[in-house]
């Protein structure tokens, strides 16, 4: 524990020491999904505050907040964007690192939506046992678990359109993959049966059993995408009866290509996100280093900016661009001023 506390007094007396050094811009990186709406900010931050433009990349919520961890210093960025929450192994990777002090803001609101080709067919009676049907690596068939022969949607409800599935979903290192697997896959896992399979040959482990029905089929059937929704919209561009994973705001950007399904009967939208008629949403955050606040210039007001009620409240910029306003949006602002960090008692 000793070397430990040192290690980081250590780390943030070497960011005091080059303050007057430090680089002059607010460093970000992580989530796609979330890298359209840091970058609205940054511009209008850039224009309206006397601070050089902070500079934000993508790579994925889990690259971000790997970058994120690796220690305290100019040389690390400020910020990771990110659409789930930080692990405790993340949590612990920055603490091993010196990163021990963490501001965690909750921006708003997102869905995952599925979509194909604006002249594809039709997907409006999705559920997410269906997703599971199509993409699982072992189904549910006559009580037993087997090996996913299914080559149509039509093989396992009539209603869906009668083509090849081909899906493209997010890779496992994006923080859509891990909302898609709990809200999507398990779910469907659940209603097709097949948990409770899983359960009895794994012995009544949980974990092992949710982990299974996370499972996906390698026959080229679902394709991993490890690029941002460009990439999926460009397989998407190739394949008339392919679907894909997106995030609300992209698909709602790009609806001259794209055709919306609906999950569940509901169809997605920043209203039927909002009252929770729409199953399958997710917060979003971005991670503060505090360490940084006072080092870096622009940081903490980038951040406080962030969450205004004028950028995220339900009239700004971010809510127009598909973003759900966080009703509890005050009590972030309200933390990012006060520089709360996670474990600290409100």
């Avoid at 007094?9 to 359209?36: E, F, H, K, W, Y």
């Avoid at 067919?121 to 046992?129: G, K, L, R």
């Avoid at 909002?274 to 080092?295: C, D, M, N, Q, W």
Wanted: aromatic residues 8%; negative net charge; charged residues 25%.
């Amino acid at each position: 524990m000793n070397v430990k506390l040192t290690a980081s007094a250590l780390a943030i007396a070497a960011v005091s020491a080059t303050t007057a050094a430090a680089r002059d811009n607010v460093q970000v990186a992580g989530s796609s999904t979330v890298l359209p709406y840091a970058s609205i900010v940054a511009e209008a931050f850039g224009e309206n505050f006397d601070f050089p433009t902070p500079v934000v990349e993508s790579g994925g919520s889990s690259a971000g907040l790997k970058r994120f961890c690796e220690g305290v210093g100019e040389n690390t960025i400020d910020i990771a964007n990110a659409s789930r929450k930080i692990k405790d192994s993340e949590i612990k990777a920055c603490a091993d690192a010196g990163v021990t002090d963490i501001i965690e803001v909750r921006i708003g609101y997102d869905g995952i939506v599925f979509a194909s080709q604006i002249d594809g067919p039709a997907f409006t009676a999705f559920q997410p046992v269906d997703l599971f049907n199509a993409l699982g690596a072992k189904v549910a068939k006559d009580g037993a678990l087997v090996e996913n022969t299914n080559t149509m949607w039509s093989d396992f409800n009539a209603d869906l359109p009668a083509v090849e599935i081909a899906a493209f979903i997010p890779g496992t290192k994006h923080g859509t993959r891990e909302v898609f697997e709990t809200k999507v896959m398990f779910e469907g896992c659940k209603e097709a049966g097949a948990f409770d399979l899983y359960m009895a040959e794994n012995g009544g482990d949980k974990k092992a059993a949710e982990a299974a029905c996370f499972e996906v089929r390698t026959d080229g059937k679902s394709v991993d995408i490890d690029g941002d929704y460009t990439e999926t919209l460009a397989r998407i561009d190739s394949n008339a009866n392919a679907i894909g994973v997106f995030g609300l705001a992209f698909y709602e950007n790009n609806t001259d290509k794209l055709k919306v399904a609906t999950m569940g009967g509901v169809a997605p939208s920043t209203e039927s996100i909002a009252t929770g008629e729409y199953p399958v949403s997710r917060p979003l955050y971005f991670y503060v280093k505090k360490a940084h606040i006072g080092v870096i210039p622009g940081l903490k007001e980038y951040a406080e900016f962030f969450v205004a009620d004028e950028i995220a409240g339900p009239d700004g910029p971010l809510s127009e661009y598909g973003l759900v306003s966080d009703p509890e949006l005050a009590d972030t602002q309200t933390l990012v001023a006060d520089e709360k960090t996670m474990g600290a008692d409100m």
